[in-house]
C-alpha cells in the first residue's frame, strides 16, 4: 500500500518553494499495484468530495496513480492546516517512479508531516463505508487542529502577516512556540503579541490592566467614566447598587471579552446572580458599576490617531415560529467557524452561564420558541469575542470624542490601544452623554474588520511604516573554508550596528553572540531578531544552502567565493532571491573587493583589516 517518507525540510527558499517547505516522498511498491490502484483513486475521488474548498485544483483522473495521490495529498493537507489558523501557500507535487515528491509549507514542519500522514491514512481507509470515512476524519482532523490552535500564529497574526506580505516586509517568530512574532528584520522590525506592539509603554500597560486603575486615570483626565463600587462577596451588593445607581453592571475585576459580565441589573436578586456567576469565572473582587444608556463602541487609536469607530451590537437570533433558541443559534453558528478569514473574522455564539442567565432574566430558555420575526438578544455584552457583530460608524464620531480618544491614548503612552465608549450617539459632545468604559493594549484588531473595513487596509494600519528589511550580504564559500573566513572575519573593524555570522561565530560589532542551535542558521536568525543591528554580512557554505534552503527570502548580494558545488536548481534559486550575484575566485579576492569606495548592500570599508599600532616594547 502507499507509504509516506518525510525527506527534507526547507527552512528558506529552495527549488520547490519560495517559502518554508517539508518534503516528502509518496511510494506505491510494483508488487502491490494491481491491487491497490482502484482502491486509491476512490480514496482521491472522496477527499475531492467530502473536502471541495481544500482541493480546488484536482489532478486529472487519468494521471498515473501515485502521482494523482500525490497531488491530491498536497493540496488537501495544505487546506487542513489553513483551516486553524494557518497561513500557509505552499504546496505541490511532483512525479517519481512508482511514486511522487510532495513538498509543503509549514508553521511547524511536524504538523505539515502529521497532516500529510492523516491525508495517506484517508486514502488507505477509503474501501470502507461512508460514514467510517467521514468519522476518520473528523477524528484525525479533530486532534490536528488541536495541535494548530497551539503551534500556528493566532488571527491576530495572521492579518499582520497578510498586511506584511502585501509590502514584501518578512516575518518570522521572535520567541519560538509562543504568540510574540516579529514584522521586519533588525532595526527595522517591530515585536507584536497579537496587537499589543514594543512601542507600546510599560506604564500605560500596567495601568490598562487594572480597570480601577484605567477609571481613575479617566477621572484625573476629566473625562466621565461611571461610578464604580469593588464588592468581595454577596454582602456589599445592596450597598453598591445603591451607590452607583440602578440599573447597574457587575463584572469581573479581572477578565476580559466580556466573561462575566452581566449588564442592565434592575434587582438584587438578579445581582446577586450575575455576583456567583462571575465569582465563579474569575474569583472576587468584582466590580459594580453604574449602567450608561446607550450604544456600545469600540475607538481604535493607533499611532495617536483614531483609525476607527465601531459601533457593536449584542449577539441575536430572529425567531421563525418553529425553531427553539437553540435550534436558532446553531444555525447562526454554522456560518461562524474557528476559520476566522472565512467567517468574516464572526465568531461562535458561546451556549454558556452567561447566555442561560441573560435568558432566565428575560423568562426564557434554550428550548423556547420564539414567534415568528421577534428578535431574541442572547447576552448583556456586545464582544466580538462573544458572538457580537459590529458595524463602521467612523465617519460619524464628534471631534470631541475623537480627540478625547487621542489624547487618552498619548498620555499613557500607547501606540496600539482600544477604547470602550457608551453613548447614546457618537456624532455627539461626550459632555451630551457618554462614558469611557475600559481601556485595552491588546484590541481585538477583527472589530474593524467585522464593521466593515477591508482587512488589508487594517492590517497595515496596525503594522505601520517601521517594519522593513535591512541590508543583507550573504557570501558562499567551499565547507572546509568556512573556520579560515570566521578567522579572517575576527580581524575586521566593523560598526556597532553591523552584525556578522560565520560558521560557529556569530558577531554584532566586535562583540561575540552565543547561539543555541535548534534549527539551521541560528547565527543569522539571531541577528535578524536583534534591533540593533542595521546591516547583516553573512557566510555560508553551498552545501548548508541545500541541505537547509536560503537562510532568508530575498538579500541584497550574493558572492559566490571558488567552485561550489551547486546544481543548476539550487543556481536559479540564488539568481531569483538575490538582488545582484557575483562570483569570486576566492575568499581573498572577495576580500579585496570591498575597498573603500566600491558601494554596495554592506558598508564594505568595515572589512578593512585591523592594523594594530606598532609595538613600544624594547627588543
Given at each position: 500500500m502507499i507509504r509516506l517518507r518525510h525527506l527534507f525540510t526547507?527552512?528558506?527558499p529552495s527549488p520547490f518553494a519560495a517559502e518554508p517547505v517539508v518534503i516528502a516522498g509518496i511510494g506505491l511498491p510494483r508488487s502491490e499495484k494491481a491491487g491497490t490502484e482502484s482502491a486509491l483513486r476512490n480514496g482521491c475521488n472522496r477527499l475531492q468530495e467530502a473536502f471541495p474548498d481544500w482541493i480546488s485544483r484536482p489532478p486529472s483522473s487519468s494521471l498515473p496513480i501515485a502521482e494523482r495521490a500525490g497531488g491530491t495529498l498536497a493540496q488537501w493537507a495544505l487546506g487542513a492546516l489553513n483551516e486553524t489558523r494557518g497561513y500557509l501557500h505552499e504546496s505541490g507535487s511532483s512525479p517519481l517512479p512508482d511514486g511522487a515528491l510532495i513538498w509543503l509549507g509549514f508553521h511547524n514542519p511536524v504538523l505539515s508531516i502529521l497532516a500529510l500522514e492523516l491525508g495517506v491514512d484517508l486514502l488507505k481507509k477509503s474501501a470502507g463505508d461512508e460514514a467510517s470515512f467521514h468519522l476518520k476524519a473528523e477524528q484525525g482532523l479533530k486532534s490536528l487542529w488541536k495541535l494548530c490552535r497551539k503551534h500556528h500564529p493566532d488571527y491576530q497574526a495572521q492579518l499582520l502577516m497578510q498586511g506584511a506580505r502585501s509590502k514584501g516586509v518578512p516575518f518570522m517568530q521572535f520567541i519560538p512556540e509562543t504568540k510574540y512574532w516579529m514584522f521586519g528584520w533588525g532595526c527595522r522590525s517591530k515585536i507584536f503579541f497579537e496587537s499589543d506592539t514594543n512601542d507600546n509603554g510599560s506604564l500605560g500597560n500596567h495601568i490598562q490592566q487594572s480597570?480601577?486603575?484605567?477609571?481613575m486615570v479617566f477621572r484625573t483626565l476629566g473625562y466621565p467614566t461611571p461610578p464604580w463600587k469593588l464588592?468581595?462577596?454577596?454582602e456589599e451588593l445592596s450597598e453598591a447598587a445603591v451607590e452607583v445607581g440602578w440599573p447597574c453592571v457587575l463584572k469581573p475585576l479581572y477578565g476580559s471579552k466580556g466573561k462575566g459580565v452581566t449588564a442592565g441589573i434592575r434587582s438584587i436578586p438578579e445581582l446577586e446572580a450575575a455576583f456567583r456567576h462571575a465569582e465563579k469565572l474569575a474569583g472576587a473582587p468584582v466590580m459594580v458599576e453604574g449602567f450608561v444608556e446607550g450604544n456600545d463602541y469600540r475607538l481604535t487609536v493607533i499611532g495617536g490617531k483614531l483609525v476607527a469607530a465601531t459601533r457593536r451590537e449584542r449577539p441575536t437570533v430572529t425567531g421563525d415560529g418553529k425553531s427553539t433558541i437553540r435550534q436558532l443559534i446553531t444555525g447562526v453558528n454554522i456560518h461562524r467557524t474557528e476559520n476566522l478569514p472565512k467567517s468574516g473574522y464572526l465568531c461562535p455564539i458561546p451556549v454558556d452561564d452567561t447566555l442561560m442567565l441573560h435568558l432566565c432574566r428575560e423568562g426564557?430558555?434554550?428550548?423556547?420558541?420564539?414567534?415568528?420575526?421577534?428578535?431574541?438578544?442572547?447576552r448583556t455584552n456586545h464582544n466580538i469575542s462573544t458572538g457580537g457583530t459590529a458595524f463602521d460608524v467612523s465617519d460619524l464620531v464628534h471631534h470631541d470624542v475623537r480627540l478625547m480618544a487621542e489624547s487618552l491614548a498619548k498620555t499613557m503612552g500607547l501606540?496600539?490601544?482600544?477604547?470602550?465608549y457608551m453613548s447614546p450617539d457618537i456624532g455627539k459632545s461626550w459632555t451630551q452623554g457618554g462614558a469611557l468604559i475600559e481601556i485595552n493594549s491588546t484590541p481585538g484588531i477583527d472589530v474593524p474588520i467585522t464593521g466593515g473595513i477591508d482587512a488589508l487596509e487594517v492590517a497595515l494600519t496596525v503594522l505601520g511604516e517601521h517594519p522593513g528589511r535591512i541590508?543583507?550580504?550573504?557570501?558562499?564559500?567551499e565547507e572546509a573554508g568556512l573556520a579560515g573566513a570566521a578567522e579572517k572575519l575576527m580581524t575586521m573593524v566593523?560598526?556597532?550596528?553591523?552584525?556578522?555570522?560565520?560558521?560557529?561565530?556569530t558577531r554584532i560589532g566586535g562583540m561575540c553572540i552565543r547561539t543555541e542551535k535548534e534549527g539551521p542558521w541560528p547565527g543569522i536568525q539571531a541577528l535578524l531578531r536583534n534591533r540593533k543591528v542595521s546591516e547583516i554580512l553573512a557566510v555560508c557554505s553551498a552545501e548548508e544552502i541545500m541541505r537547509s534552503g536560503m537562510p532568508a527570502d530575498r538579500v541584497d548580494r550574493i558572492s559566490l567565493c571558488g567552485e561550489l558545488p551547486f546544481i543548476a536548481e539550487w543556481t536559479e534559486v540564488l539568481e531569483k532571491h538575490g538582488d545582484s550575484i557575483e562570483t569570486f575566485m576566492d575568499w581573498d579576492a572577495w576580500q579585496l573587493s570591498t575597498a573603500p569606495d566600491r558601494k554596495g548592500c554592506i558598508h564594505h570599508s568595515v572589512l578593512l583589516p585591523l592594523h594594530l599600532p606598532p609595538s613600544t616594547e624594547e627588543s
Open positions: 526547507f527552512y528558506g480597570k480601577v486603575m484605567s477609571k464588592c468581595s462577596n454577596a426564557m430558555k434554550l428550548e423556547t420558541v420564539p414567534a415568528a420575526g421577534k428578535v431574541v438578544t442572547l501606540s496600539t490601544t482600544g477604547i470602550d541590508p543583507f550580504d550573504l557570501v558562499v564559500v566593523l560598526p556597532e550596528e553591523t552584525g556578522w555570522t560565520c560558521g560557529r561565530e
